[in-house]
């Protein structure tokens, strides 16, 4: 500190000499030049925000006389600017200045005119009025012949721009666009790309010379062409997919060295360009292995020409295992990315390791095992004193969540979010969690009713106030809909309601108010679970919450509709009376109509019974919606003279016709945001006729808003989709194959590490940790290992919400079952079907019977000779089931395969994967149930939002069955009949 | 996309602010320096800035020099170290042209370190990252400023 003090001390004199030297022999240029310096240093010897308010008012009513003055010189003002700038930083209003910037931006000299241009971009935003007095100045200095202007023009139209006005400078630019000098061609193209963000319609037409800008014989407007190139690929790539071979070569140069060594920052060649370049060749790549091809080797080189020397190496180096997870996948470059984003997760550098957790995050649904590889490391990153880094762990956690480790995994969100303080992280860590426990899908890892109530305890304690009103409302709708088993969820409601009786025992603790209404609720609905004669007792807690000032209204209403449904219940209750006594005369106009409402109930208890059944949220009532029962009523006043009813809209009409003397209606906008309105500019400059010629288009484009259509779904709620287009066979075979290999030794290393783990003594907290990251990571990658059937399997079905799941999905549960069902009444071994066709479907019970293979039709006579090695593989359970839809490109995986040790050799269960399986995130095959002739197993598969669980039901004895029944009973989770 | 470049001192004092898709925004300004300045120096460079500037997908990429913070905002369109090293060449290239910066350069010469920036971002979108080129741009302005003629480039 002392020698930035010290530094400060022998600056200032040069500085004070410098702003005078800058002032030059003019006296009255270095009064005002010094007069920033004074307030500048005004402002740093005032103590208090009120003396600097004091001061900068002062000042603001000096300028503005100042400005306003007829004999200011520009170059005065152009002094007086600077200061505004300097109060408007500060946070003051100097909204008087603004229309002297744009006349200082019009009438100055070139000096002038950059602060006046510089003033205008600081002060105005996009749709400010006074822009358009700007127009004008910004046309005549493109036409300029100073590059200085041009410059300065270029700069304020990329800054800030009025929309409405760029038809009037378009040409302009465009010619620019081939000015001889590199420094208006970058900055022409950047501001045609500001264009093409505000109003894209606009500049459709140039779209071929931006293409002439990215061949550019200029690396800096190569450059300033990506940003566009960039844009308009992730808004639809397949317009551009023609240029991979460019962007390819372009990238192969940079990264060879090619460009000028003044491109080099620490000796690496262009970092930005090449970020830019795999960020573009990553969107193009999606999905589409023939372009994906095409950019291998330059991906290649990139991964292997990245030295490690500085921290831009590894900003390209992290693009580029992007760029390679978000491409076709080729397993070699997956290796290398793997290895890479080991470099990041364990490098010591903090920044590094943000970043390698990311990419942990953005990979870990295609290769789950990259995960376990680095579970110690993700483990210390819990416990992070960063709590960036710790979020960042806890995201990635969130997307690894499964049955087994649910319970460790919430627990450290709540850990963080107890710690938490701001808003942000608060809603969004709430909205993770209860996304993780029920409320967003259908199907929860829950383990037991106790730790789910009270972790959602948890959540409305802490998030109450902030979280998302959807979370409260589906939790009550969980409760209320219930799950498969109805005595289960009778004993869900039970715990919650005892929970809330506990909670709201505790004196002198202050719950959120959506906590309370969620409280109020679950006792009003679900109290008379508790067998109890009276609910005296709940009531007079909601009495003490009613009569509490912190409570709000709207959780009043809550409580007391609560109230109104206990009451029902009772007979007679006093605390409901003095509650009614205190609230018919409340304040509370809302708080009065439900104590009177309660009240007339009361002196009808038929009635209110029928009104408020108990347990029948769920269901709807019958209301006469038409009043009918009142018509009598009506027929008889209006046989004595009543008005008839008018509807609403009636009156208003009526009204209206007699009120007709002056139409507040605003007139249409002058200026619409159709880019066409933009040619009556006073400018007056007529556009090319290649503008018109779009009109058809102008339609679509008009909207500034973002464009979502053409764009890939990346992000679900559940994270990372990958490869959604994805639907044939071969091309999703390309990744689990290896992925299988990665797996097997990476199981093998984890039982060697265990056991040499047990030989060595470790410290008590290394093995605390260990067992952390086999709470964590269990089920991911090894659990073809461990039986699922026995523990997690129960556990993780006992919360499916029935009725909505196989509602909504019935549509292709039904038919993956009818598939399968077909296969049994057919005597031949193979059914085909559009949307799902099996991948393989193996009998290896018997060792005698015939295999059956469901696609032997669809493979040909070169795949079938295939089938021994298939035969052998199939051994290992899992890849039985991708590896006999190979084609030839396949064959080079196979060695690997067979390589693998046998994990399940026993196992005769005929394994079926729906071929969609492997494009999204999926469990693994569990066989559920079985006999000599039968099996049935499960898998469920995650997609986008909703969760489906694929039963495959398969023969095992080559018989012909005649059907097969499913039938679902609550005691255990499935069960097959013959 | 970069939507805003902060600069303020350890006291949350603003020494350079630049919005490039709104206005100056004060409660941003100061939210932001909340958040940047009770960050050690030894934790990571990355925020998250949340609700404050357009959602979740801006984050706050950092540096902090001496008696300065530079702060920008930046959208998922950017890298986050690219960014990084981008505010080292912002800083580089400010140490040029000052010779030697430090916080007073940048509060007495506003006006300059806004044009230098210029050079490197531009509405937003990195314009220029080679200092030498940078500096070449600026110094043909200072020219300008001398001679108050029209410089020798043009």
Known sequence: ????????????????????????????????????????????????????????????????????????????????????????????????????????????????????????????????????????????????????????????????????????????????????????????????????????????????????????????????????????????????????????????????????????????????????????????????????????????????????????????????????????????????????????????????????????????????????????????????????????????????????????????????????????????????????????????????????????????????????????????????????????????????????????????????????????WVLGEYYYLLDKDTPEEVLTKLYKLLMNDSVSSETKAWLIAAVTKLTSQAHSSNIVERLIQEFTISLDTCMRQHAFELKHLRENVELMKSLLPVDKSCEDMVVDASLSFLDGFVAEELSQGAAPYKPHHQRQEEKLSQEKVLNFEPYGLSFSSSGFTGRQSPAGISLGSDISGNSAETGMKETNSLKLEGIKKLWGKEGYLPKKEGKTGDETEALPVPQESIIMENVDQAVTKKDQCQVLTQSKEEKEKQLLASSLFVGLGSESTINLLGKADTVSHKFRRKPKVKETKSGETTSAHSMTCSYFSSSSNAT???????????????????????????????????????????????SSSPSLFTDNNMEGFHPSQSTAPSVAPETSLASSLLEETSEHMHSELVEVCHNETISVSSYKIWKDDCLFIVWSVSNKSGLELKSANLEIAPAENFKVRQ | MIQAILVFNNHGKPRLVRFYQQEIQQQIVRETFHLVLKRDDNICNFLEGGSLIGGSDYKLIYRHYATLYFVFCVDSSESELGILDLIQVFVETLDKCFENVCELDLIFHMDKVHYILQEVVMGGMVLETNMNEIVAQIEAQNRLEKSEVTPRWA
């Not at chain 1, 023009?153 to 800030?160: D, R």
């Not at chain 1, 630019?173 to 193209?189: F, G, N, P, T, Y």
């Not at chain 1, 019970?845 to 059956?852: T, W, Y």
Request: net charge negative; glycine share 4%; charged share 20%.
């Open chain 1, 1 to 520: 500190m002392s020698d930035i003090v010290e530094k400060t001390l022998t600056a200032l004199p040069g500085l004070f000499l410098q702003n005078q030297s800058v002032g030059g022999p003019a006296g009255v240029k270095t009064s005002f030049s010094s007069r920033l310096g004074g307030l500048v240093r005004g402002i740093t010897a005032l103590t208090s925000k009120h003396e600097e308010e004091k001061l900068i008012q002062q000042e603001l009513s000096n300028l503005k006389a100042t400005v306003s003055a007829p004999t200011t010189t520009l170059r005065m003002m152009k002094e007086c600017m600077v200061r505004l700038i300097y109060c408007e930083m500060l946070g003051y209003d100097a909204s008087f200045g603004y229309i002297h910037a744009i006349k200082l931006a019009q009438q100055g000299n070139l000096l002038e005119k950059r602060v006046g241009y510089l003033a205008v971009s600081l002060f105005l935003h996009e749709n400010h009025e006074l822009l358009l007095l700007l127009v004008n100045t910004v046309v005549k200095d493109l036409q300029s012949t100073n590059l200085v202007e041009v410059c300065m023009a270029l700069t304020i139209v990329s800054q800030i721009f009025p929309r409405e006005m760029i038809p009037a400078v378009l040409p302009l630019i465009e010619d620019k666009l081939q000015h001889s000098k590199e420094i208006i061609r970058r900055k022409a193209v950047l501001a045609l790309y500001k264009f093409h963000l505000i109003a894209p319609n606009q500049v459709q037409h140039i779209h071929i010379k931006f293409r002439k800008a990215l061949c550019d014989r200029d690396v800096g407007v190569m450059a300033a062409s990506l940003h566009i190139y960039f844009r308009m690929i992730k808004e639809n790539s397949s317009g551009y997919k023609d240029l991979t071979g460019s962007f390819v070569t372009i990238l192969k140069q940079v990264v060879g060295g090619k460009l000028p060594v003044d491109f080099n920052y620490h000796s690496v060649p262009a970092p930005w360009i090449q970020i830019q370049l795999l960020r573009i060749l990553g969107l193009l790549g999606k999905d589409d292995q023939r372009t994906s091809e095409l950019m291998y080797d330059v991906l290649d080189e990139s991964l292997r020409r990245a030295e490690l020397n500085h921290n831009v190496t590894y900003a390209i180096l992290f693009e580029c295992v992007h760029t390679v997870y978000s491409i076709y996948p080729k397993s070699e470059l997956l290796e290398k990315a793997a290895k890479c984003i080991g470099k990041f997760v364990l490098s010591p550098k903090i920044n590094l390791k943000y970043l390698g957790l990311k990419a942990l995050t953005y990979v870990i649904q295609q290769d789950p095992t990259l995960a376990l590889q680095h579970q110690m490391t993700i483990i210390e990153c819990l416990d992070h004193p960063d709590p960036i880094i710790k979020r960042e762990t806890l995201e990635l956690l969130y997307r690894i969540t499964n049955a087994q480790n649910i319970t460790v995994i919430v627990q450290k969100m709540l850990e963080y979010l107890h710690q938490s303080k701001e808003e942000y992280i608060i809603v969004n860590l709430v909205g993770k969690i209860a996304d993780i426990l029920v409320l967003n899908t259908v199907d929860t890892y829950a383990p037991d009713n106790a730790w789910f109530i009270q972790t959602m305890n948890a959540v409305f304690s802490v998030g109450g106030d902030v979280m998302h009103p959807d979370i409260p409302n589906n939790f009550m709708r969980l409760l209320a809909e219930g799950f498969d088993d109805e005595t289960e969820d009778q004993q869900l409601r039970l715990y919650a309601v005892q929970s809330y009786l506990t909670l709201l025992d505790v004196e002198n603790v202050f719950y959120p108010q959506k906590f309370l209404q969620v409280m109020s």
């Open chain 1, 832 to 878: 085909y079907e559009d949307d799902y066709y099996l991948d393989a479907l193996q009998d290896r019970g018997d060792k005698e019977l015939n295999k059956f293979s469901l696609n032997s039709e669809l493979l040909d006579s070169e795949s079938l000779t295939e089938l021994p090695s298939v035969e052998k593989l199939s051994n290992c359970k899992l």
